[in-house]
């Protein structure tokens, strides 16, 4: 498996062990990860740490020209507030573990040239499938519903 | 004014007398604000918290019924990640104080179902032209420029 959505699927289990919700996503630049996060709303009661949020703050202030040779994995389809982030920064690519449990906004994304990869990884669905069925009331929050 | 749209600005203000770009925003429930926030990219070194996100993460976790019931006031036309946030979250309603300086995503919440008004206050206008003639800089770096 490609080593970049590994680490994903590590931040995603570190947010598992932490007691939140199991989304990780790493943001890589030429070969290095330049950010990694997961999901913060119970561990912080954050609104906006998505995963990929999360990656994105620890990545930082980088110059535009870093951000748009930049491929963004998560291990969850990007919801419209990250997907919108990803537009934000002028991400190219985007690697997505899976889009089994939840579809984020890809149509959006695709619409604006991201080029959207799908891989609909074993891991990443079992985490989510486990996760959504014992707390539905989080996951439900986490997407607005 | 809108008393709102005069809190947003005083939260714009607010960034501003911190050192950091002067973008507010309010999120409004049944009359009352239950989160404000202004632009902490340079007070916090942050790359999601824009005005709005910063409102949104000042709200907190509100239940989904309240969010879908919110009117959101903004200084600025909203990017596309503060767009994207207000999707997730199925805010109705968007009063923007201006999109002179910079048009968001306008366009994208429209075209779901948002309301949006857009005043375009001369403080707000005023407030956006001075600091990007003074920092050109670090407002293209705040839109991925």
């Given at each position: 498996?490609?080593?970049?959505?590994?680490?994903?699927?590590?931040?995603?289990?570190?947010?598992?062990?932490?007691?939140?919700?199991?989304?990780?996503?790493?943001?890589?630049?030429?070969?290095?990860?330049?950010?990694?996060?997961?999901?913060?709303?119970?561990?912080?009661?954050?609104?906006?740490?998505?995963?990929?949020?999360?990656?994105?703050?620890?990545?930082?202030?980088?110059?535009?020209?870093?951000?748009?040779?930049?491929?963004?994995?998560?291990t969850?389809?990007?919801?419209?507030?990250?997907?919108?982030?990803?537009?934000?920064?002028?991400?190219?690519?985007?690697?997505?573990?899976?889009?089994?449990?939840?579809l984020?906004?890809?149509?959006?994304?695709?619409?604006?040239?991201?080029?959207?990869?799908?891989?609909?990884?074993?891991?990443?669905?079992?985490?989510?499938?486990?996760?959504?069925?014992?707390?539905?009331?989080?996951?439900?929050?986490?997407?607005g519903?």
């Open positions: 498996m490609d080593k970049f959505l590994v680490a994903a699927i590590e931040e995603a289990k570190k947010g598992l062990n932490e007691g939140g919700i199991p989304i990780g996503s790493v943001i890589v630049y030429k070969g290095k990860i330049i950010g990694r996060g997961h999901n913060k709303r119970i561990q912080n009661g954050s609104v906006v740490l998505h995963g990929e949020m999360d990656a994105f703050e620890n990545a930082g202030r980088q110059a535009a020209s870093v951000y748009k040779a930049c491929t963004l994995y998560t969850l389809s990007p919801c419209s507030m990250c997907s919108g982030a990803i537009l934000l920064y002028g991400i190219p690519k985007v690697v997505i573990g899976e889009n089994k449990t939840f984020g906004d890809e149509s959006l994304l695709k619409s604006r040239g991201v080029a959207v990869e799908v891989v609909n990884n074993k891991t990443c669905i079992e985490l989510m499938e486990s996760f959504i069925s014992m707390n539905p009331e989080l996951w439900n929050e986490d997407i519903e």
